[in-house]
């Protein structure tokens, strides 16, 4: 068996691995990183991206198909066809041109990277087939998967969101099991492409992690789509119809094509033989201190490995402090905010703390939101829905939480996360020139009406 | 209710700035009358700005260490009554004369009556630290609380300056600058390598050293010259009249013979008793001779002046020294005692040295060090003896004294010190 000696090894090479491996290279430390199937992870492979792509394609299909019937615009084009094999071709082309992307950075860091899977002998070795690694510093960062519903298994029409992300074709009928962002994500880009799309979701809304409020533009263009939603409903079976429980306990049978099971993601924790090392737990996920160190010394997990908010860019972040702690380093993660983005149609997005969160924070606060129906930007893109919504602290107007819900809101995350960052008072972003014409004039104007003087409003 | 204003005083004759030291109180304090709210820096003096009037602070005008043109706002504060602010006024006072460097005028929001799960107030804390609930986060960018990790300072024991209390760069070096940070370091092994650093701002009286000296050197042509002197004799003088007239007129250094020998020696170079205006290209040359005289304290190197030493006898020196040096070292010295100066005399005591090479007190164009006194074998007549060797160092303005003249004054001052009748001769 051959063996090899390293500084640093990394297991997985996602989001959190690769960017723990990219700044330990700058950084001077020797690190493999070791990945079982492509580099990139969920994230480049079946994820983030390759979702992002297929919602690209379906609102573009969606829009030509709008402007074939009865365009306000004045464009008339004939119905369009769509060659979803074509689609999906394009769209493995952006993640291949990524995953390469990935490499070479992880080349030109000079890491070392293994092709294979890892079983953990013990924290400070690991085994990649016949090759032993020997390492002093070791960071877990294997991810997670989609959950499966055991009454629901993956196969044939029944599909987790790998699957739905490189269709062969586009069914007539798709159910989706879970109405959370992935779940919805989809289902919009489906509807979009042309299937006819229901939603089951046990909760009584949609993405029940989010406020009514926010959740209602969402809601509003699920109907104007056509989605059915099917909410306080849970599943109980598929025999060629998925079977639902009704609110009222009756049973229904939804006709369907495809069921795609979206009901969450759990950690990775299985089948590399973890338990080796008898770390300690929070849940199913691996427990963690501030600074993404295990139970056990030396050995660092990251990334949705460790639990929620299950999000690349906390993944990131928190492998880029590990590479910095492991050079010798003082170094916390310590973000004062982690946006998370949803990219329905319209786009939600949600920084800080919710007026909810901040209330049961013994927070004081002052809450104000700005239509993007009085947007002119909102207005030159047909869209009328949604709105900013600021949380501020009513003694001494510090921002603690930012939220918006509509089209294109997803680029706004980052003037919501800088301000929170810095710790802004509602007189900083409303004393700053925003652009106009620009949805970001909402953010200006929500801190404005805040302090009781918007003013287009 | 209305608002107080109170603008930065006019401390010293034609000063334009003042440099804030340090405020005494914070935004939303109740003040009493009389009560001090900052001490300001002029020159070398600090003075305390008392507030006229009860009320509640509800503004500062300033940071420490800015620097704020006389006129501007210093504080506003809120007082029962009309205050001396007019409601038609614009918020913002306007000051008496353009102030060059803009006030930042900080307001917080007013807090409404707390409910029970209501934030927290901010502590009341003076000085670079303050004491945070251990779940308190403190408000401050990530650049800063990356900084603060760097540093190994815990953020949550370093007060935030910034608007809404936020932690600014500035506030860790200020921490820093307190050394508060030493007792949370992990005790180093003695022969580890450090890497720490530790930052310290420069300000207030520290800063008007630093300009002061860069200037003098940057500007003069500075000249040592170096003498050695015997001072057996006045050595011998100082331990007669001290054990003579010690107890009823007090003792003498030697400072006040070097003051008489300074005085004695002028007479005859009254070129190196002036003041250079290099901008104007005039010499003044003073009757007068104004001692200055420099002395360590707790905030750095003041100079009190001893004002018409050619009329003072030993013990009138001995006494306005002492008494000065006592001045500065408290803090006390007002600034006519730190100002006015026509040459300079400085000694590092018991510190002496051999030779030193001190820096011009600009626009003076002489400066006299004195240096350690020890006991060395000298060859007298063709003998060994012992005597008591002393070097003064002196540095002269070599743009307007020429070097010949300079050595030809110390030669003076040797004589007359090692002659220490002829200092008392007329």
Not at chain 2, 195 to 206: L, P, S
Request: charged letters at 20%.
């Amino acid at each position: 068996m051959q063996t090899l000696n390293t500084t640093l090894l990394i297991i997985g090479g996602g989001p959190g691995g690769y960017v723990t491996a990219i700044r330990a290279g700058q950084l001077g430390i020797s690190t493999i990183l070791v990945e079982g199937q492509s580099l990139g992870g969920t994230c480049l492979n079946i994820g983030c991206i390759p979702s992002k792509a297929l919602i690209h394609v379906a609102e573009q299909f969606h829009q030509t198909q709008h402007h074939s019937q009865h365009s306000a615009l004045g464009i008339s084009v004939s119905a369009p066809s769509l060659d979803i094999g074509k689609s999906v071709e394009w769209k493995d082309g952006v993640v291949d041109r990524l995953t390469t992307g990935v490499a070479a950075l992880l080349k030109k860091n000079k890491v070392q990277v293994i092709n294979g899977w890892a079983k953990v002998i013990d924290g400070k070795t690991v085994e990649v087939g016949d090759t032993r690694i020997q390492c002093e510093h070791l960071v877990l960062a294997t991810g997670s998967t989609s959950v499966n519903l055991p009454i629901l298994p993956i196969g044939g029409p029944i599909i987790s969101s790998t699957e739905a992300l490189s269709p062969k074709s586009v069914p007539k009928r798709l159910v989706v099991v879970g109405g959370g962002y992935i779940g919805l994500e989809l289902g919009i880009a489906y509807r979009k492409l042309g299937a006819e799309v229901s939603v089951v979701e046990a909760q009584d809304r949609i993405l029940p992690a989010y406020d009514a409020e926010l959740t209602q533009p969402v809601h509003e263009a699920l109907k104007q789509l056509g989605v059915k939603l099917y909410l306080k409903h849970s599943v109980l079976g598929f025999d060629g119809t998925l079977q639902v429980r009704e609110p009222n306990g009756d049973t229904l049978n939804l006709e369907t094509d495809q069921v795609l099971v979206a009901v969450g993601r759990k950690p990775n924790t299985q089948g590399w033989n973890l338990e080796a090392l008898n770390l300690d737990m929070n849940g199913s996920a691996i427990k963690i201190d501030s600074r993404c160190q295990t139970s056990m010394r030396n050995v660092y997990a990251i990334g949705d490995l460790s639990g929620e908010p299950m999000l690349a860019h906390r993944a990131m972040a928190q492998g880029e402090m590990v590479a910095e702690l492991i050079s010798g380093k003082s170094r916390e993660f310590n973000p004062t905010a982690i946006a998370a983005v949803c990219f329905t149609d319209p786009e939600l997005v949600v920084v800080g703390q919710t007026p909810d969160e901040a209330k049961a924070a013994g927070l004081d606060c002052i809450v104000s939101s700005f239509p993007f129906a009085a947007n002119g930007r909102a207005m030159t893109l047909e869209s009328k829905s949604g709105f900013v919504r600021v949380v501020a602290r009513r003694d001494n107007h510090v921002i603690v939480g930012w939220q918006a819900v509509g089209v294109g809101v997803s680029e706004l995350s980052t003037a919501f996360a800088q301000s929170l960052e810095m710790g802004a008072r509602l007189e900083d972003i409303g004393g700053t020139i925003h652009a106009h014409p620009t949805l970001g004039e909402a953010v200006q104007e929500a801190a404005l009406r805040a302090l009781g003087h918007a003013l287009h409003l | 209710m209305g608002t107080h204003v109170i603008k930065m005083p006019d401390i010293g004759e034609g000063i334009a700035e003042v440099e804030l030291s340090q405020w005494h109180v914070k935004v939303g304090d109740l003040v009493v009358e009389d009560q001090v709210l900052a001490d300001v820096m002029t020159d070398k003096a600090m003075v305390d700005i008392p507030s006229p009037v009860h009320g509640k602070v509800i503004a500062l005008g300033g940071q420490p260490g800015e620097v704020m043109a006389v006129g501007s706002v210093l504080i506003s504060i809120e007082v029962e009554g009309a205050g001396n602010l007019k409601e038609s006024a614009a918020p913002a006072p306007v000051a008496a004369q353009e102030p060059p460097v803009a006030p930042k005028v900080e307001t917080v929001a007013e807090s409404k009556p707390a409910a029970a799960a209501g934030p927290r107030p901010a502590p009341v804390c003076q000085g670079p630290m303050v004491a945070r609930e251990a779940d308190e986060r403190p408000l401050a960018s990530p650049a800063v609380r990356k900084h603060a990790l760097d540093l190994g300072i815990q953020l949550r024991l370093v007060r935030g300056s910034g608007p809404a209390g936020r932690v600014l760069h500035e506030d860790l070096e200020a921490y820093l600058a307190q050394g508060q940070s030493n007792a949370s370091a992990p005790a180093a092994a003695a022969y580890a390598q450090r890497h720490d650093e530790e930052h310290i701002q420069v300000i207030g009286m520290r800063r008007k050293i630093a300009q002061r000296m860069q200037d003098a050197t940057q500007r003069a042509a500075h000249f040592s010259y170096v003498e050695e002197i015997d001072v057996t004799a006045i050595e011998e003088l100082r331990a007669h009249l001290n054990e003579k007239h010690g107890a009823s007129r007090g003792k003498l250094t030697l400072l006040p013979f070097l003051v008489r020998a300074l005085v004695v020696a002028l007479r005859d170079f009254p070129q190196m008793n002036a003041r250079y205006d290099d901008e104007a290209q005039v010499i003044t040359r003073l009757g007068a001779v104004h001692v200055g005289v420099a002395t360590q304290s707790d905030v750095g190197l003041m100079v009190p002046v001893v004002r018409h030493a050619e009329a003072r006898s030993l013990w009138d020196s001995a006494a306005e020294i002492s008494r000065l040096a006592n001045a500065a070292r408290t803090g006390k010295a007002s600034r006519d005692e730190l100002s006015g100066s026509t040459i300079t005399l400085t000694s590092l005591g018991a510190l002496g040295g051999i030779v030193s090479t001190p820096v011009l007190n600009l626009p003076e164009v002489a400066i006299v060090g004195v240096n350690k006194i020890v006991e060395r074998p000298m060859v007298i007549k063709g003998q060994v003896v012992i005597r008591k060797m002393m070097n003064l160092s002196s540095s002269f303005d070599h743009r307007v004294v020429d070097g010949m003249d300079a050595a030809l004054f110390i030669q003076a001052i040797r004589g007359l010190i090692e002659q220490p009748a002829t200092l008392f001769v007329e």
